[in-house]
């Protein structure tokens, strides 16, 4: 296994990232921000998981009052995933230890502003508020500029769009940060941080792929990911992302441990060929964006009634918000997204249409026994 690598040291309330320091665990809140009891016992059953840090989303300004609140009663490290809302950073960082952005997303608003503009600020506003930041970026909503200039190669896109903020960061005279590129799909996140590493070694990285799925299927692809990152020296932080019943939620913590200690210890699963083939069923991990907690039931429906297509190589994507849902479907065969009454399914980019939640699982049969036999005509 090769050495660590030694990048630079960042400090996110008590905890340091980078510099060698052990890998910190992270998980991340699926609760409502504004429902504060069950956030703050979503924290504390995190954090009593072993979480170093645990992360919480913050959309609007309600949504920050309920941070304020939740940070009066739990003394862990609190991260904030700014997401779409970059000004929110003002109000937020008086609370945090740390704020994620996604590059992919300082474009929704205030469209007069230049993009250094807006990452001025939020470094700024760290700065002011002794916060560390990271640049969270995503394959699913990278920054249309590079989906311009890569097209359909996500993963230049990702490793471009991440090490254009390192360099207007560095610029701006703010070091504090680490850098995220994750994907649901575990080789495109060992190659994007592959990438990102060789030419960035001094910036610690925060692991993760992205909408795993239900375990054991999205540990697996996860574990795969960090088997081969962490033992090339690339990782200073993780979270294991898997859609979970929120009592559940420590286990995110519990499987990231796991897997970093099988990894120090030598303990490896071997990655058969066939991990690829077959049915594929992505799903996010949940966030307080969930607009109805029938998202999670539904996902663990889904797979079980297409277990019967198991040998047939087709991505299904179930995702629980409109903010992500409709780019992050949009590369999987068939994609389901969750509103408050009703769920959108999609065959690769196009819409078929919203359908309750009770109708749903019919109709994405209909659409993957059409699917299988088109295939099977070629
Ligand atoms: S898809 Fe939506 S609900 Fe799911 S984790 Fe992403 S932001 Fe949260």
């Given at each position: 296994m090769a050495e660590r690598r030694i990048t630079r040291v960042v400090g996110v309330g008590p905890l340091t990232l980078g510099g060698g320091a052990p890998i910190a665990v992270q998980s991340m809140a699926a609760t409502r921000t504004q429902d504060i009891d069950a956030t703050v016992r979503q924290v504390e059953l995190i954090e009593a998981a072993g979480a170093d840090l645990v992360r919480v989303a913050v959309d609007s300004k309600r949504d920050v009052e309920a941070l304020a609140e939740v940070r009066r009663r739990t003394s862990a490290p609190l991260s904030v995933d700014l997401q779409e809302n970059y000004r929110l950073a003002a109000l937020v960082a008086p609370h945090v230890d740390k704020m994620r952005y996604n590059p992919g997303h300082l474009h929704h608003h205030e469209k007069d502003r230049?993009?250094?503009e807006k990452v001025a600020f939020l470094a700024e506003t760290a700065m002011e508020h002794d916060c560390a930041l990271r640049v969270g970026v995503n394959c699913g909503s990278v920054d249309p500029r590079m989906l311009e200039r890569y097209g359909s190669d996500h993963v230049s896109g990702m490793v471009a769009s991440a090490?254009?903020?390192?360099?207007?960061?560095?610029q701006m005279g703010f070091e504090r940060y680490v850098v995220s590129l994750k994907?649901?799909?575990?080789?495109?996140?060992?190659?994007?941080?592959?990438?990102?590493a060789a030419e960035r070694p001094d910036v610690p990285l925060h692991l993760g792929v992205t909408e795993a799925?239900?375990?054991?299927?999205?540990?697996?692809?996860?574990?795969v990911a960090f088997e081969q990152l962490i033992t090339e020296g690339i990782?200073?932080?993780?979270?294991?992302?898997?859609?979970?019943?929120?009592?559940?939620?420590g286990r995110e913590v519990t499987v990231a441990r796991e897997i970093i200690a099988d990894i120090q210890a030598g303990r490896f699963r071997s990655v058969p060929?066939?991990?690829?083939q077959g049915l594929n069923i992505i799903s996010c991990p949940s966030c307080s964006r969930v607009e109805n907690e029938a998202f999670i039931e539904l996902a663990q429906d889904v797979k079980t009634m297409t277990a019967y297509a198991k040998d047939h190589d087709v991505t299904i994507a179930v995702m629980g918000c409109r903010v992500n849902g409709p780019g992050e479907t949009?590369?999987?065969?068939?994609?389901?997204?969750?509103?408050?009454?009703?769920?959108?399914?999609k065959r690769g980019e196009?819409?078929?249409?919203?359908?309750?939640?009770?109708?749903?699982?019919?109709?994405?049969?209909?659409?993957?026994?059409?699917?299988?036999?088109?295939?099977?005509?070629v």
């Open positions: 230049t993009i250094e090490l254009e903020h390192c360099a207007l960061l560095d994907d649901s799909d575990w080789r495109k996140v060992v190659e994007g941080n592959r990438r990102f799925g239900m375990p054991p299927e999205g540990e697996i692809k996860t574990r990782g200073d932080t993780v979270r294991v992302s898997l859609t979970l019943p929120f009592e559940e939620k060929a066939s991990l690829d949009d590369d999987a065969d068939l994609g389901l997204w969750c509103g408050p009454v009703a769920v959108n399914l196009e819409s078929l249409g919203a359908y309750s939640y009770d109708e749903v699982l019919g109709r994405l049969r209909v659409e993957l026994d059409a699917i299988i036999a088109e295939r099977a005509a």
